[in-house]
C-alpha cells in the first residue's frame, strides 16, 4: 500500500499562484508515475499534469504554459506550481501515484483549490 499526503491548497484571487505539494510513503518500489488531478463541482474527474520516474511530463491542454509539474522520485515527493490561475481551476486537486501498468493506483484525500475573480 501507498500512502499520499497533500498540502498546500487554498483561496486564491484571479492571476493568483499556488503551490500543490505531495509525499508518498508505504511500499513506493511500485511506482512509476505521480501526478495531479482534479475534480470541479458537477464535472468529472480530470488530469492536470502527470509525471514519470524518467521525467517525462504531460499536462492537460487547459493548463499548459501556466502549470509546471515536478517530481523527486527519491524522495517519492510531486509538487505542482500553479500560476496565472483562473476561477475556472477552482476544484479538488487530488494526488495520484500508479504504477506503469496501472495496476497499482493510489489517490490522495485531495485539497481543495479555490479561485475568486
Known amino acids: 500500500q501507498v500512502q499520499l499526503v497533500e498540502s498546500g491548497g487554498g483561496l486564491v484571487q484571479a492571476g493568483g499562484s499556488l503551490r500543490l505539494s505531495c509525499a508518498a510513503s508505504?511500499?513506493?518500489?511500485?511506482?512509476?508515475?505521480m501526478g495531479w488531478y482534479r475534480q470541479a463541482p458537477g464535472k468529472q474527474r480530470e488530469l492536470a499534469a502527470t509525471?514519470?520516474?524518467?521525467?517525462?511530463?504531460k499536462y492537460a491542454d487547459s493548463v499548459t504554459g501556466r502549470f509546471t509539474i515536478s517530481g523527486d522520485y527519491a524522495k517519492n515527493t510531486v509538487n505542482l506550481e500553479m500560476n496565472s490561475l483562473r476561477p475556472e481551476d477552482t476544484a479538488v486537486y487530488y494526488c495520484?501515484?500508479?504504477?506503469?501498468?496501472?495496476?497499482?493506483?493510489?489517490w490522495g484525500q485531495g485539497t481543495q483549490v479555490t479561485v475568486s475573480s
Open positions: 495520484n501515484a500508479r504504477s506503469v501498468t496501472g495496476f497499482y493506483n493510489y
Open positions: 509525471i514519470s520516474s524518467g521525467g517525462s511530463t
Open positions: 508505504g511500499s513506493t518500489f511500485s511506482i512509476n508515475a
